[in-house]
């Protein structure tokens, strides 16, 4: 993205707004980014750690909220499970041998979402033994062995890579980045705001020239989002070039993508919810991998 479009200051008359539009949107790359594709976890065979401690209660994960963590998730029984940092090669856990020991694999089985959870998220991985280690996000989940009731999350923090695990596999506790992304199982990887938020745009908009659709009635509902920068776009693996904040209407300031005004949906309560998805088929998540052409490419995942 030019300089020059991200740092001017508001446009005044739709003229040369347009103007603006036409020069932050310029042409530039595709960014190449994609989803890892993961195996659902209904009637996945469930593993059989050596720890007694892994046991998915009733199958069931859901949701509790922490005094200093906020919400993280639980298995049935209400026992934390965490997120490896070191997890990083999509489809496999870096967790073996000793550390299984220490951080038993939550099992797959017939896992299922109790409540505050997108049960979409859930997904399964196979271990080196053969068998199914439940992810959510794409993130393979344990169980720490010195958790021994509910509530514990003795695991938070240790060595700087376990973490209590949020309600979409993000770490608990931990700031997230102003732009973020949500491995999505059906719709691959998706933008999030700084809560976790899902980012959705809206076809009724117009990126060229740039105007909004959503009226004062569409907008208790959707909320525009703030500019983030190119470094937060870097980080979130998207190319600075997509982006381009712009004025609305109502003299406030929001990012768009590829020239795609960028909304979040008030139906999303918590980090990982989609419920804006397809909503009256015309809003839809703005995916992570961004054609950058003037708007002519919508950045829409459907799925």
């Known amino acids: 993205m030019k300089s020059n479009a991200r740092n001017s200051s508001a446009v005044a008359g739709a003229a040369l707004l347009a103007l603006t539009a036409l020069t932050a ?44 963590l906020g919400d993280v998730v ?12 070191k997890d990083t090669k999509p489809g496999s856990s870096s967790c073996e041998g000793e550390c299984a020991a220490q951080w038993p694999p939550v099992p797959a089985g017939d896992a299922k979402t109790a409540k505050g959870l997108n049960q979409q998220l859930l997904g399964s991985i196979t271990r080196t ?3 199914k280690q439940l992810t959510l996000a794409g993130k393979p989940l344990y169980y720490y062995a010195k958790d021994t009731k509910p509530g514990d999350v003795n695991g938070q923090g240790v060595k700087g890579a376990w973490y209590a695990s ?11 980045p102003a732009l973020g992304v949500l491995n999505d199982p059906k719709l691959g990887m998706v933008l999030q705001d700084k809560d976790g938020r899902t980012l959705y745009l809206f076809t009724k908009d117009k990126p060229w020239p740039m105007k909004t659709a959503c009226d004062a009635t569409c907008l208790q509902k959707w909320t ?8 937060d776009a870097k980080s979130a ?53 961004i054609t950058i052409d003037q708007g002519k490419t919508v950045p829409a995942a459907k799925g």
């Open 237 to 289: 693996g998207v190319d600075p070039e997509a982006l381009f904040t712009f004025t609305t209407p109502n003299g406030t300031r929001q990012e768009a993508f590829n020239c795609w005004p960028a909304y979040t949906f008030k139906g999303d309560t918590r980090p990982g919810d989609i419920n804006g998805q397809n909503v009256g088929g015309v809003w839809f998540a703005i995916k992570q991998s």
């Open 166 to 176: 949020a309600p979409d596999g993000w770490k608990a506790g931990v700031k997230r």
């Open 224 to 231: 525009p989002i703030a500019p983030v920068s190119a470094d």
């Open 129 to 131: 033994d053969g068998s």
């Open 74 to 85: 639980v298995d049935g029984k209400g026992m934390s499970v965490y997120v490896f940092a």
């Open 25 to 68: 949107c310029g042409g530039g790359t595709a960014n190449q980014t994609t989803a890892a594709a993961q195996q659902p976890a209904a009637n996945a065979a469930s593993g059989s750690p050596s720890a007694t401690a892994a046991t998915l209660s009733s199958g069931e994960v859901s949701v509790r909220a922490d005094n200093s």
